[in-house]
């Protein structure tokens, strides 16, 4: 499977840097909605592999995003061929 498209870092973007693409990763700085978790004092989820950790971080200026539909629907491009 081939993957045709990709998500661009809206900083660099904007700067003119066209290598910003974004990836997934788990991230301890976002706090997260939880319900059923365990929160620390900062209200920062405890768990260490979960879902609500997940954040977009830029490869190129190492940004990181909170993942909404909103937010990469408005990143998503598309990759060109040859």
């Known amino acids: 499977m081939y993957i045709m498209h990709f998500y661009a870092c809206p900083l660099c973007w904007q700067c003119g840097k066209h290598e ?19 929160f620390n004092k ?29 937010f990469l629907k408005q990143q998503k491009m598309k990759i060109k061929d040859g």
């Open 42 to 70: 900062d209200k920062k989820c405890k768990k260490e592999n979960y879902k609500c950790k997940e954040v977009m971080q830029c490869v190129l200026c190492e940004e990181q995003f909170k993942i909404s539909e909103e």
């Open 20 to 38: 910003g693409k974004l990836t997934v990763v788990k991230s301890q700085d976002f706090s997260c909605g939880c319900k059923k978790t365990i």
